[in-house]
């Protein structure tokens, strides 16, 4: 299975586990691949689908996700309307044809799960997107790809004096 397949089958997966396609808008849809490649990549030590991401306005977006939206379209697996939701247009995705669930692991699915109820429940658009303007998305350029194994790096801190304290304390045990 090609990794390009693996995010086509992840982002069917997203839309049909929605549910509600008032739920999934394109912020959210976006969000959601990102939290779980990344995730997975934390967990299960790789991402789901080898997806580049890129620095966008509102956070970091697939690469691909224009024409792989496009592929579902044109193959009958979903429809994308276009709904007016507060003054502006949002992006709605309609499934059509049910994910099949084979290209996708059960652990894969579990991770995309809490991802999706942690964006689809717990946020807006815009609280999600804000929560990814982290350090890295911050000193990257517009279009510039942001890779997934760059969250240990924004997991990087100066130490507290607490952290130096327990540093010494382990330290000085060790040494006696």
């Known amino acids: 299975m090609s990794r390009p397949d693996k995010f086509k089958a992840m982002i069917h997966y997203i839309c049909d586990r929605c549910g509600d396609p008032a739920r999934l808008g394109a912020i959210k849809l976006n969000k959601v691949a990102w939290f779980s490649d990344v995730i997975a990549f934390l967990e299960l030590g790789s991402d789901i ?14 690469k691909s996700i224009l024409p792989t939206l496009r592929q579902l379209v044109t193959e009958g697996a ?3 309307d276009e709904v007016e939701y507060f003054g ?4 709605q995705f309609v499934v059509l044809q049910p994910y099949n669930g084979s290209l ?6 579990g991770v995309v ?3 999706m109820e942690f964006v689809c429940d717990g946020h807006t658009a815009t609280s999600i997107s804000e929560a990814t303007h ?11 790809q942001i890779p997934v194994s760059a969250i240990l790096a924004s997991k990087l801190q100066r130490p507290t004096s607490g952290d130096i304290a327990e540093a ?3 330290l000085s045990a060790k040494a006696a």
Not at 88 to 91: D, N, Q, S
Not at 134 to 144: L, S
């Open 49 to 62: 689908t080898g997806e580049r991401y890129v620095k966008q306005k509102f956070g970091p977006v697939p």
């Open 134 to 144: 982290d350090a890295i998305w911050k000193i990257a350029d517009i279009g510039e």
């Open 104 to 109: 996708l692991s059960d652990e894969e699915r």
């Open 88 to 91: 502006h247009w949002k992006k």
């Open 78 to 80: 979903m429809r994308i």
């Open 113 to 115: 799960d809490k991802v």
């Open 168 to 170: 010494r304390r382990r």
